[in-house]
């Protein structure tokens, strides 16, 4: 599994980092910037062919930006003069995100940067919550980029364990049929028309599903009106 630095503050962590043989690294410009500093991490990274994600938060962005700007403008720009600085050192092994809790301004940020640059994207909500409401937040930004055609990677940032976080992003590319890992499973709401007791039928076959790779398709039916599709 492919090793990431998430970097801040302390530019010498990244060079540390580097040293001890990380596949990649994610500096955020909102607290990473000073030229100095930025250039040794750079030249430090093309010697080992170590790629470098440009992170943008909403939540850090540089003291510099303008305030009369919208916050996916600023993120744009944060992200933007990053990469002038990087590749004004002769480094493109670039990746960027631009990650927000509000979904709309995301999107903006994405739609916006996507236009401009070549590289690849990584994207996601950031801070999204627990479960129960983070997992709606993350789908409604991320699937909308990706049916947009934006985004190379994702992440699903959840509060909770690591693991939930990897089954969410995995369901929400089985739906777009961009990925296929593992089973799909249809079910009934729980209707009046429901013959049998339709939750506790398709909870447990859910369980024991978790424990195929194969990508099938499972449906689990209340009555004879809706078909697996």
Same mark, same amino acid.
Request: charge should be neutral; include cysteine; charged fraction near 20%.
């Given at each position: ?5 998430? =970097? ?20 955020? /410009?909102?607290?990473?910037?000073? /030229? ?13 062919? %170590? /790629?470098?994600? =440009?992170?943008?938060?909403? $939540?850090?962005?540089? @003291? &510099? ?5 919208? =916050? ?26 631009? @990650? ?15 236009? @401009? =640059? ?7 909500? &950031?801070?999204? !919550?627990? /479960? ?18 934006? !985004? ?16 969410? $992003?995995?369901?929400?590319? @089985? ?16 209707? $009046? ?10 909870? &447990? %076959? ?20 809706? $078909?697996?599709?």
């Amino acid at each position: 599994i492919p090793i990431i630095a998430d =970097i801040h503050f302390d530019y010498r962590l990244a060079l540390m980092a580097l040293e001890a043989g990380v596949d990649g690294l994610r500096l955020n /410009p909102g607290n990473i910037s000073e /030229p100095k500093r930025v250039r040794a991490i750079a030249q430090a990274a093309k010697e080992r062919n %170590v /790629p470098i994600r =440009i992170g943008v938060n909403a $939540g850090s962005l540089p @003291k &510099t930006a303008n305030p009369k700007l919208t =916050i996916a403008q600023r993120m744009v720009d944060a992200a933007l003069e990053q990469i002038r600085l990087l590749e004004s050192l002769d480094f493109d092994l670039i990746k960027v995100s631009l @990650k927000a809790f509000d979904v709309p301004t995301t999107i903006e940020a994405y739609q916006s940067i996507a236009e @401009k =640059i070549p590289y690849p994207l990584h994207i996601g909500i &950031t801070e999204a !919550g627990t /479960p129960r409401t983070g997992i709606i937040r993350s789908v409604a930004g991320i699937s909308t980029l990706l049916y947009m055609g934006i !985004g190379d990677t994702i992440r699903v940032s959840l509060t909770a364990h690591p693991r939930e976080e990897v089954i969410a $992003g995995y369901e929400i590319l @089985k739906s777009l049929n961009l990925r296929q890992h593992g089973p799909i499973l249809a079910s009934c709401p729980s209707c $009046g028309r429901a013959e049998v007791d339709i939750v506790k039928l398709a909870e &447990t %076959v859910e369980e024991q599903l978790i424990k195929i790779n194969k990508p099938i398709k499972v449906a689990v039916m209340g009555c004879v009106v809706n $078909g697996p599709g």
